[in-house]
């Protein structure tokens, strides 16, 4: 949710102007920055939102809000944000992990949110013309601050979605959804489902993100509990005997270790997922998982 210059700014070279730098109107006739769309980044830690204190040269100039900016030709939204908050901030963009993005679509211009952690409350600066001011801002003491007007609006939504993502899935439950000879090799068939989970990196209705980047949790049991992660980013979890119970205990654990997690196990089975459900976690059914893989 970020903006140019509305006053006059000397070209002194100090402002790189990207193909994506131009007023639009989108279809509600409101006017936006941001000729493909724009994108912000909001990073959060330990209860804290970091914000920027836009320059009064800017739209919206002495609000707060996150750092972004207008897209790109061909630039994904997650590269836009990081861009655009390294250009406005001392932000290492080493140091975020994007977890999610929450989509705004006005039609014929939208706005991407990147929802990302750091591992500390890092010491951020302004670092641009843009940039009065960054500041890490209790969450609970965000909505108390003269905020731009989109990031206002958007805020309520936003403030659910600063959690982490975890898809758990229970493998031997996905995999009998499918008839693609399991039952004669349990193992092969789980490795085949943990290299197809492995090789997604974006869940869509994955709630409450519009499109989740999560760590992955696959439980397998059995004649399967013997696969490995592979050359996957799956954290593979063997179920030493019943693989609901493992599923329930690995829900619990997660949750117990980070209140903020934001958990989904998939799976068809009516008791594990009202015990997942009694765990803080949400579900899905296989068709969802499947018809993304």
Same mark, same amino acid.
């Given at each position: *949710?970020?903006?140019?210059?509305?006053? %006059? *700014?000397?070209?002194?070279?100090?402002?790189?102007?990207? !193909?994506?730098?131009?007023?639009?109107?989108c279809e509600r006739g409101h006017t936006h920055w941001g000729r493909h769309g724009a994108a912000g980044l909001l990073?959060?830690?330990?209860?804290? =939102?970091?914000?920027?204190?836009?320059?009064?040269?800017?739209?919206?100039?002495?609000?707060?809000?996150?750092?972004?900016?207008?897209? +790109?030709?061909?630039?994904?939204?997650?590269?836009?944000?990081?861009?655009?908050t390294a250009e406005e901030s001392t932000l290492d963009a080493g140091e975020v992990t994007v977890h999610a993005l *929450?989509?705004?679509?006005?039609?014929?211009? $939208?706005?991407?949110?990147?929802?990302?952690?750091?591992?500390?409350?890092?010491? =951020?600066?302004?670092?641009?013309?843009?940039?009065? !001011?960054?500041?890490?801002?209790?969450?609970?003491?965000?909505?108390?601050? +003269?905020?731009? %007007?989109?990031?206002?609006?958007? /805020?309520?939504?936003?403030?659910?979605?600063?959690?982490?993502?975890?898809?758990?899935?229970? $493998?031997? +439950?996905?995999?009998?959804?499918?008839?693609?000879?399991?039952?004669?090799?349990?193992? %092969?068939?789980?490795?085949?489902?943990?290299?197809?989970?492995?090789?997604?990196?974006?869940?869509?209705? *994955?709630?409450?993100?519009?499109?989740?980047?999560? $760590?992955?949790?696959?439980?397998?049991?059995?004649?399967?509990?013997?696969?490995?992660?592979?050359?996957?980013? =799956?954290?593979?979890?063997?179920?030493?005997?019943?693989?609901?119970?493992?599923?329930?205990?690995?829900?619990?654990?997660?949750?117990?270790?980070?209140?903020?997690?934001?958990?989904? =196990?998939?799976?068809?089975?009516?008791?594990?997922?009202?015990?997942?459900?009694?765990?803080?976690?949400?579900?899905?059914?296989?068709? /969802?998982?499947? !018809?993304?893989?």
């Amino acid at each position: *949710m970020g903006g140019p210059v509305v006053g %006059g *700014m000397p070209d002194d070279g100090r402002v790189t102007w990207g !193909d994506g730098d131009r007023f639009v109107r989108c279809e509600r006739g409101h006017t936006h920055w941001g000729r493909h769309g724009a994108a912000g980044l909001l990073v959060h830690h330990d209860g804290h =939102v970091l914000l920027q204190h836009r320059a009064e040269l800017t739209l919206g100039g002495g609000t707060w809000g996150v750092f972004g900016g207008a897209r +790109n030709k061909d630039e994904d939204p997650v590269a836009a944000a990081l861009r655009e908050t390294a250009e406005e901030s001392t932000l290492d963009a080493g140091e975020v992990t994007v977890h999610a993005l *929450m989509h705004e679509d006005h039609g014929g211009w $939208a706005y991407d949110t990147a929802i990302a952690t750091v591992p500390a409350l890092l010491d =951020v600066r302004a670092a641009s013309w843009e940039s009065k !001011d960054a500041a890490w801002v209790p969450v609970e003491e965000v909505a108390g601050h +003269n905020l731009f %007007g989109p990031f206002a609006n958007a /805020w309520p939504r936003l403030r659910g979605c600063l959690r982490r993502p975890v898809l758990v899935v229970d $493998a031997a +439950n996905v995999m009998g959804s499918r008839a693609d000879g399991w039952w004669r090799d349990r193992a %092969g068939a789980a490795a085949r489902l943990r290299d197809e989970f492995g090789a997604v990196d974006a869940y869509t209705g *994955m709630a409450p993100f519009d499109t989740a980047f999560p $760590a992955k949790v696959l439980v397998v049991e059995g004649k399967a509990r013997h696969v490995d992660a592979g050359d996957t980013d =799956v954290r593979v979890v063997p179920a030493p005997t019943d693989g609901d119970d493992t599923i329930v205990a690995t829900v619990a654990e997660l949750v117990a270790e980070e209140p903020t997690v934001a958990c989904v =196990v998939v799976t068809a089975d009516r008791e594990l997922k009202a015990r997942c459900k009694a765990e803080g976690a949400a579900t899905a059914g296989p068709r /969802w998982l499947l !018809d993304q893989l």
